[in-house]
C-alpha cells in the first residue's frame, strides 16, 4: 500500500472520529438504531444518498472482519496478519460514520426522526397532546429553552 492511501486512509478516520464524537451529534446509540432505517430506506428507494451495492459493500467488509478466513492470517503472520482486518474495519467505521450521519441529516430535513420518549418519560411515538403529563411536568420549561 502506498504512503499516500495510507495517509488518506487515517485522515478518512479521523475525519469520521471528529464527527462521531462532535458535542451535539448523533450518539453511538442513535447511529446504531439509524442503520436498519437507512437499509430500508435505501432499498426502497426512498433515501439517495447510498447505494444498495454500498451497503452490501459494507455488509461483506463486516463479515471479512468476522470471518476466520483471511486473505493473511494471523496465525502465520502475527502481528502483520492484522493489517488487512484493520485497513477494512477503519474503511467500515469510516463509512458507518459518514452514511449514518448524512442519513440522520436526511431524516431531519424529511421530518422523519422516530419520535423519541420525551424528558417526561413519554412513550415513543406519542405526541405531547398524547403523552400523559403531571401537573408539574406541564409547567416546567427545559433550561436550554429559555436563555
Known amino acids: 500500500m502506498s504512503t499516500f492511501t495510507r495517509i488518506a486512509s487515517?485522515?478518512?478516520v479521523v475525519r469520521a472520529v471528529r464527527m462521531a464524537v462532535r458535542p451535539g451529534g448523533p450518539s453511538l446509540g442513535e447511529r446504531a438504531g439509524?442503520?436498519?432505517r437507512l437499509v430500508r430506506a435505501t432499498v426502497a428507494g426512498q433515501y439517495?444518498?447510498?447505494s444498495v451495492g454500498r451497503l452490501l459493500l459494507m455488509l461483506a467488509a463486516a463479515g471479512?472482519?468476522?470471518?476466520p478466513v483471511d486473505l493473511m492470517p494471523e496465525g502465520l503472520l502475527g502481528v502483520f496478519g492484522l493489517a488487512?482486518?484493520?485497513m477494512v474495519l477503519s474503511w467500515l467505521a469510516t463509512r458507518?460514520?459518514?452514511e449514518t450521519e448524512q442519513?440522520?441529516?436526511w431524516e431531519r430535513e424529511q421530518g422523519a426522526m422516530p419520535p423519541t420518549a420525551g424528558p417526561d418519560g413519554s412513550a415513543s411515538g406519542t405526541t405531547p397532546?398524547?403523552?400523559p403529563r403531571s401537573a408539574a411536568a406541564s409547567q416546567t420549561i427545559p433550561g436550554d429553552v429559555v436563555r
Not at 64 to 67: A, Q, R, T
Open 10 to 12: 487515517v485522515g478518512a
Open 34 to 36: 439509524a442503520v436498519p
Open 48 to 50: 439517495q444518498g447510498t
Open 64 to 67: 471479512y472482519v468476522v470471518s
Open 84 to 86: 488487512d482486518d484493520a
Open 96 to 98: 458507518l460514520v459518514e
Open 103 to 105: 442519513f440522520l441529516e
Open 129 to 131: 397532546s398524547q403523552a
